[in-house]
């Protein structure tokens, strides 16, 4: 079946400018994740959905980001004001709920990369 | 508070050598750990994952990695490397606490693969 996808696939954008990243999840997972990935480094947590209600937040670097998912599937991720720090690929996962195991096992999409300049 | 390490940045290893990657992690009780890898322009697959139960398990790609509990380790092993195996490889551990379920990851071991 269809895996994660993410649009766009590149974005380039001036600092200060407000851009807005998609994802929509494997059909049926419930659970949806945001990522961060700089260059070199390993991904960091943003945010996690479960249904439409963002059930931990706790990785937003600041209240410059924002993300919503209005009705529990495609997922947006929403960066005002943009700095030249923002530029990483910024990943969005997703995974199926009930038992505690299965949502860590989370299915990643390509990733949007984000350049602000 | 959870973390992952991979000491090694690179390693570069001859196509049919064999490989181990390391991985340690710190967590106060057993972890649900994960092997990504992550090849130019692609997102990340899971190799393989250790919830409970026998110590050894086997992944994809003729993967496979052994939680050894005493050294906190999850080292991800391949008996014979082939050239299409050079990709960033990432240990990951769960974050298991309050409503979280995220990932935790290491900065990633990148896989160079001689002819």
């Known amino acids: 079946g269809a895996g994660v996808s993410q649009t766009p696939s590149n974005k380039v954008t001036e600092k200060g400018k407000y851009v807005e990243l998609r994802c929509d999840p494997i059909?049926?997972?419930?659970?949806l994740y945001w990522y961060r990935q700089s260059l070199g480094q390993g991904p960091e947590f943003l945010i996690y959905?479960?249904?439409?209600?963002?059930?931990?937040d706790s990785g937003l670097p600041n209240d410059r980001f924002f993300a919503v998912r209005p009705e529990g599937s495609v997922s947006t991720l929403k960066i005002q004001r943009t700095e030249r720090g923002d530029s990483a690929v910024y990943l969005c996962?997703?995974?199926?709920?009930?038992?505690?195991?299965?949502?860590?096992?989370?299915?990643f999409g390509p990733g949007t990369r984000l350049t602000v300049t | 508070a959870q973390s992952v390490t991979q000491p090694d940045i690179h390693i570069t290893v001859s196509e049919g050598a064999s490989l181990e990657l390391r991985c340690n992690y710190s967590?106060?009780?057993?972890?649900?750990l994960f092997w990504y890898v992550q090849s130019p322009g692609q997102g990340l697959q899971l190799l393989l994952k250790?919830?409970?139960?026998?110590?050894l398990v086997q992944g994809i790609k003729g993967f496979e990695a052994e939680f050894k509990r005493s050294q906190s380790s999850f080292n991800l092993r391949k008996p014979s490397v082939h050239w299409s195996d050079a990709a960033e490889y990432f240990c990951?551990?769960?974050?298991?606490?309050?409503?979280?379920?995220?990932?935790?990851f290491g900065s990633g071991t990148r896989l160079l693969v001689r002819p």
């Open positions: 990951a551990v769960g974050a298991r606490m309050d409503s979280s379920y995220k990932l935790i």
């Open positions: 059909s049926g997972h419930t659970a």
């Open positions: 250790y919830f409970s139960g026998d110590t």
């Open positions: 996962a997703s995974s199926l709920t009930g038992g505690g195991s299965n949502r860590y096992e989370q299915y």
């Open positions: 967590y106060g009780a057993t972890p649900y």
């Open positions: 959905f479960q249904g439409t209600g963002a059930a931990d």
